[in-house]
């Protein structure tokens, strides 16, 4: 884990990947969850600091994304699209009562389930 949690949450933040994130949903949804996973375990299992680009690339090509899809996605990441669309994730995020604490959200067969943790 990383050893400042509140410097990785408070200082540093969550927006960088977070558009990262976005940005590859919006371009190669395919390679969503596994860059998900792959960010996930180097900010809170490796103590990486995953608002850096080396970070998210790493992440990106451990989820199978090409240099030049990667360079997209960075460019991506600053488009008007991207930010208006993490926007609505976050408006939603907040409607359902995720905002403070890590939460997973998932709809299966029509029905919304969450986690907290």
């Known amino acids: 884990m990383t050893e400042d949690p509140f410097e990785m949450i408070m200082v540093k933040g969550s927006l960088i ?3 990262f994130l976005t940005a590859i949903d ?4 395919e ?3 596994a860059a998900s996973r792959a960010l996930w375990i180097s900010g809170w299992s490796r103590g990486e600091d ?3 680009p080396a970070i998210l690339a790493k992440a990106g090509q451990t ?4 240099k030049d899809q ?3 996605i960075q460019e991506h990441m600053t488009h008007q699209a991207t930010k208006d669309r993490l926007r609505a994730y976050t408006d939603q995020a907040i409607q359902y009562g995720a905002f403070g604490s890590p939460t997973i959200y998932i709809t299966r067969m029509g029905l919304l389930s969450f986690f907290r943790f």
């Open 50 to 52: 995953f608002t850096q």
């Open 70 to 72: 990667l360079l997209k």
């Open 26 to 29: 919006m371009l190669y949804p």
């Open 17 to 19: 990947p977070n558009r």
């Open 63 to 66: 989820a199978g994304l090409s």
């Open 31 to 33: 390679h969503l969850e």
